[in-house]
T-cell receptor, first 114, second 114 residues
Framework: DTGVSQNPRHKITKRGQNVTFRCDPI?????LYWYRQTLGQGPEFLTY????????KSRLLSDRFSAERPKGSFSTLEIQRTEQGDSAMYLC????????????FGSGTQLSVL | GENVEQHPSTLSVQEGDSAVIKCTYS??????FPWYKQELGKGPQLIID?????GEKKDQRIAVTLNKTAKHFSLHITETQPEDSAVYFC?????????????FGKGTKLSVKP
């Protein structure tokens, strides 16, 4: 069990640029989640996948955000035309069907938009 | 929608003392309540969870209690150790959610002084 892996760990970008993050879940987990966390706050749900199907999206996920999980394994989260308000820690988590409530989080990607 | 309030925001205890963190939730139909520990630079780690059909659950030095009538739940850590120092988050699973769509509190920064 190698845990949930996220890359990159840190990303600095200029306002207006596009960025993409990758998440590799625990291998036998079929559910994958994206959360966003800002300083001093708890994580906020963005979206989740069961296998390759995106089943739920938060209203926090504006049309500049898109997430994919093409083969039901790794996932990518893309932010287009980044804004300073997008600066946050982006967390990925995964869970199995049997223990679906038990989320295992990665260490996150810290995004700074200048 | 579901709202989770967490208190206190910071808590300082002496090593060996007990620590208690309290949370309230608004949606009476929420049925799953996990607690996460987050260390600096890492993602949240599940430490204990409880379902709405159980009033109390214990795992070594950690226990969680749930009062469905009052809609509050608490985390109890006994015999605290310096390695317990971290930010702790409570969460609730709202009605109709994927059960991965957790609503988190704002966190409690626990400091255990040796």
């Amino acid at each position: 069990d190698t845990g949930v892996s996220q890359n990159p760990r840190h990303k600095i970008t200029k306002r207006g640029q596009n960025v993409t993050f990758r998440c590799d879940p625990i291998s036998e987990h079929n559910r994958l989640y994206w959360y966003r966390q800002t300083l001093g706050q708890g994580p906020e749900f963005l979206t989740y996948f069961q296998n390759e199907a995106q089943l739920e999206k938060s209203r926090l996920l504006s049309d500049r955000f898109s997430a994919e999980r093409p083969k039901g394994s790794f996932s990518t989260l893309e932010i287009q035309r980044t804004e300073q308000g997008d600066s946050a820690m982006y967390l990925c988590a995964s869970s199995s069907t049997g223990g679906r409530e038990k989320l295992f989080f990665g260490s996150g990607t810290q995004l700074s938009v200048l | 929608g579901e709202n989770v309030e967490q208190h206190p925001s910071t808590l300082s205890v002496q090593e060996g003392d007990s620590a208690v963190i309290k949370c309230t939730y608004s949606d009476s139909a929420s049925n799953y309540f996990p607690w996460y520990k987050q260390e600096l630079g890492k993602g949240p780690q599940l430490i204990i969870d409880i379902r709405s059909n159980v009033g109390e659950k214990k795992d070594q030095r950690i226990a969680v209690t749930l009062n469905k009538t009052a809609k509050h739940f608490s985390l109890h850590i006994t015999e605290t150790q310096p390695e317990d120092s971290a930010v702790y988050f409570c969460a609730a699973s709202p009605t109709g959610g994927s059960q991965g769509n957790l609503i988190f509190g704002k966190g409690t920064k626990l400091s255990v002084k040796p």
